[in-house]
């Protein structure tokens, strides 16, 4: 290893002490010191997280200079140091780990570090002259970590749903809405417990999908109505001690412009630090949403399973080779990996509900956890349900004879005979019609139930699987 010289190395001090670190980092002491303590997963925070902050640091800077709380020209530097980090520069210098320290401290002050840095370099000063532009005392004037890092979790939780997850659904439901058109008319039997049940329609079986999509997706929308709730400006505790007294309202307002987004000053601020509720109900509507992709991509696998000793209803279309070893084999994985995603979202959710619990007085301390599982979550079901969609949904054919055949062989086709025979003569041709192999009609007929212009009347499958006054 060759060693460091000189002009290679910078000298930072904290509270603690002096450390050495390497000059071309925009990171700064007290990153140095994180990075060592949390060796824990080696996963760094999301992009949209920091993306969150920055935009936090660049309002509080536009809004401090404003107020005279800082100098307008390191205002100024902050805020066009803030603009580069969003436009994609210095990302690989927020590095600390997702698990670190409690409340996200270690995060914020990354942060703060990689700003004041930068704004450093624009000033035409070198990094680490922490008198000119500080990371505490410029980039973090009148903020803390306990009301920054729950601001981050929003505004992080915002940015994820509008660029990922919503738009992500209303592709999926408008795709689903397209097959429920295109397979209107397909005819398929119903299971029930997994046994033959009443006829169906394929399409209804898509319009269903779309329709439990579309609630999940308003559910999401209104919990995440409590995301727009601000406790910025209540700093350590939630009096807002070291701000000015025109900040708390004008920072919320300058952070909504930045992102387009009516947000608010929350009524009390120790309460918006305290309690987790608001990521507590967006994680459940996430976990409610999992659900039902488990339940619908599992569904899918059935209705695709064979091809030659399973269902086969649907085929969905082959995306790449399923087996090492069976050659000709295309297994359902785009399903398969919509189920093992959901897994982990209601995972991350249970922990957040852990998480949730365990504030502490004035603080909640597991925030670092809360915003990687809640933006983490919100990103990958974005992903999974695009990629499902236009891998798997768009593509799916309807093998219209194996539903017809199914629908046309199911015993529960005796229900549509209870009201002109009874629930006990229809049971009795069911039964004799499995031993026989005769089919329902022929024991109909031949025992004399109905007559056959009456009985092709009853069981027309089309008029069966019709919606009831729909
Ligand atoms: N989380 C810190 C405050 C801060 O980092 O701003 C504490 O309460 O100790």
Known sequence: MT??????????????????????????????????????????????????????????????????CIDQKISKAIVQAADEVLSGKFRDQFVVDVYQAGAGTSHHMNVNEVLANRALEILGYEKGNYKQVSPNDHVNYGQSTNDVIPTAIRIGGLLALSKTLHPALEGAIAALEKKAAQYQDIVRSGRTHMQDAVPVRLGENFRAWAYILTDHQNRIHTASGDLMVLGLGGSAAGTGLNTHPKYRA?????????????????PHLMAAMQSMAPFVSVSGALRNLAQDLVKISHDLRLMDSGPKTGLKEIQLPPVQPGSSIMPGKYNPVMAEMTSMVSFQVMGYDSAIALAAQAGQLELNVMMPLIAYNLIHSIEILGNTISVLTERCIEGIIANQERCLAYAEGSLALVTALNPHIGYLN?????????????????????????????????LNLEQMSEIVGG
């Open 250 to 266: 004008s920072v919320v307002q300058t952070l909504s412009e930045l992102i387009n987004c009516p947000l608010e000053p929350a």
């Open 3 to 68: 060693e460091q010289t000189d002009s290679q190395v910078r000298i930072e001090r904290d509270s603690m002490g002096d450390r050495s670190l390497n000059s071309s980092a925009y990171y700064g002491i007290q990153t140095l010191r994180a990075i060592e303590n949390f060796p824990i997963s080696g996963i760094k925070p999301l992009s949209t997280y920091v993306d969150a902050c920055i935009l936090i640091k660049k309002a509080t800077a536009i809004v401090n200079g404003e107020l005279g």
């Open 426 to 458: 229809a049971a009795a041709v069911a039964k004799e019609s499995l031993e026989t192999g005769k089919s329902l009609r022929q024991i109909v007929l031949e025992k004399g139930l109905m007559d056959e212009t009456e009985l092709a009347k009853v």
